[in-house]
């Protein structure tokens, strides 16, 4: 059981550039997440979507973007990266409606110089 | 706006002790309350989930309980051992939307002294 993978582990960019966190899920999970987290704090939302082709704006979604063609797969993209953006990176998924237990990944530790 | 608080920040306790890490929410519409291990440079580990109708959950030497009117949720570590060590994170289910995002406290980092 995979559950949620995400990769890379570990990433540097330069300021400016753009990449793709990737996080794909193997349980048939309807809605997913990304969150991130920076030193001493907890998780905050960036994006969620409920079902393939529905995504939307959480806590702190400004310099990302997401999509969702399939039910597996959530990148998010990081365009002109920044130093705001160094913090770790977590996806999660969640078989369905609220109540339902989160599963999360290993995360995706980005630094911006 | 739900705020969610962890307290205290950072706990230090010898092998074998008993404690309990507290987590405090401002608004108590909420769907469940999930208590997170996470350890570090780690993904987080889901403890212990308790549904918004439950009083409690427990899972080997944890006890997670939940009172919504007082807006307040216990993680109850028995026995600690060194491999306890970790940072616990509460979240709450966003109870204004369907939709399962969570809202998280900041964490309490534990140290379990041999």
């Known amino acids: 059981n995979a559950g949620v993978t995400q990769t890379p582990k570990f990433r540097i960019l330069k300021i400016g550039q753009s990449m793709t966190l990737q996080c794909t899920q193997d349980?048939?999970?309807?809605?997913m997440y990304w969150y991130r987290q920076d030193p001493g704090m907890g998780l905050k939302l960036i994006y969620y979507?409920?079902?393939?082709?529905?995504?939307d704006k959480g806590e702190v979604p400004n310099g990302y973007n997401v999509s969702r063609s399939t039910t597996e797969d959530f990148p998010l993209r990081l365009e002109l990266a920044a130093p705001s953006q160094t913090s770790v990176y977590f996806c999660?998924?969640?078989?369905?409606?609220?109540?339902?237990?989160?599963?999360f990944g290993q995360g995706t530790r980005l630094t911006v110089v | 706006k739900q705020e969610v608080t962890q307290i205290p920040a950072a706990l230090s306790v010898p092998e074998g002790e008993n404690l309990v890490l507290n987590c405090s929410f401002t608004?108590?519409?909420?769907?469940?309350l999930q208590w997170f291990r996470q350890d570090p440079g780690k993904g987080l580990t889901s403890l212990l989930l308790?549904?918004?109708?439950?009083r409690e959950q427990t899972s080997g030497r944890l006890n997670a309980s939940l009172d919504k009117s007082s807006g307040r949720s216990t993680l109850y570590i028995a026995a600690s051992q060194p491999g306890d060590s970790a940072t616990y994170l509460c979240?709450?289910?966003?109870?204004?939307?369907?939709?399962?995002?969570?809202?998280f406290g900041q964490g309490t980092t534990l140290q379990v002294k041999p």
């Open positions: 999660a998924s969640s078989y369905g409606r609220a109540g339902t237990e989160a599963f």
């Open positions: 349980m048939n999970h309807n809605y």
């Open positions: 979507s409920v079902g393939a082709g529905i995504t």
């Open positions: 608004d108590s519409a909420i769907y469940n």
């Open positions: 308790i549904q918004s109708s439950q």
């Open positions: 979240a709450l289910g966003d109870g204004s939307s369907n939709t399962g995002k969570l809202i």
